[in-house]
């Protein structure tokens, strides 16, 4: 598919979701930059990728950091001398609460890392991909976007705010030729699956409950969001812009 030899930065690239698209893409031959708070882990990712003949190097930072943001951006223009694709995948879950007991800092920590971040990583990648005359933008956000679940209020607002935003710079950006979409996934089998079901002692009951939700009756797999941020990114959706893909199994309907 039409990404060979763009440069893609994907955030939250060495786990879940993140990790199945840092490594489809770079078997699609694009030039990868992984970033992740957890710089052991991208580094693992990065050694992986390069074992298989892929291109990439790993940045580690905190994405809802001004500093460390301009740093990555830096780190992937000095290697690669552009930006064509940014996928804005970085999140974080949280504990279910309901809002007269939510603390403050869950709220900040949650807008910070869901919805500060794709502002400060848009803000920087932009100005590359206007002077390129191209450039695609991908941003993670949720079925709880659309669809909210009691319990998640900062985390289904910071989702619904990233369909928003999305819409919005896809408006801003498309006389640059700058494309901005976003996907929206249900649960899915990945690292963050227990933290969403904190509140539920047995794993197990938990994903039933979450699949018996879902009308295709499953989770979702990281590299069904692998796969949709592939077409997205690439050549063959270059009308696509403002959308938000719903990888849901029905789950928003």
């Not at 830096?74 to 690669?80: K, M, P």
């Not at 899915?188 to 079901?197: G, V, Y």
């Amino acid at each position: 598919m039409g990404i060979e030899n763009k440069v893609a930065l994907i955030t939250g690239g060495a786990s879940g979701f993140g990790e199945a698209t840092s490594i489809l893409f770079a078997r699609e031959k694009a030039k990868v930059v992984i970033v992740d708070i957890d710089g052991v882990k991208g580094e693992a990712v990065a050694k992986r990728i390069k074992a298989d003949g892929g291109d990439c190097i790993s940045v580690e930072g905190d994405v809802s950091k001004t500093g460390d943001v301009r740093k990555i951006i830096d780190a992937a223009v000095e290697r690669y001398q552009r930006l064509d694709i940014l996928f804005n995948n970085a999140g974080i879950p949280m504990n279910s609460a309901e809002v007269e007991f939510l603390e403050e800092s869950v709220w900040d920590e949650v807008f910070n890392v869901n919805l500060k971040s794709i502002f400060l990583f848009s803000k920087y990648a932009v100005p590359l991909m206007k002077k390129q005359g191209s450039g695609v933008i991908l941003n993670t956000a949720s079925v709880s976007g659309i669809r909210p679940r009691p319990g998640q209020v900062p985390y289904a607002v910071s989702k619904g705010a990233v369909i928003v935003l999305t819409k919005a710079l896809a408006l801003e950006l498309a006389p640059y030729h700058i494309r901005v979409n976003s996907i929206s996934p249900v649960a899915a089998d990945t690292p963050m699956l227990r933290k969403l079901t904190a509140h539920i002692p047995d794993l197990e009951e938990a994903k039933k409950g979450l699949i018996a939700s879902i009308p295709l009756g499953r989770l979702a797999d990281a590299k069904d969001v692998a796969n949709a941020a592939l077409f997205l990114a690439s050549d063959e959706s270059s009308m696509i812009t403002g959308i938000n893909l719903q990888v849901d199994g029905g789950r928003g309907i």
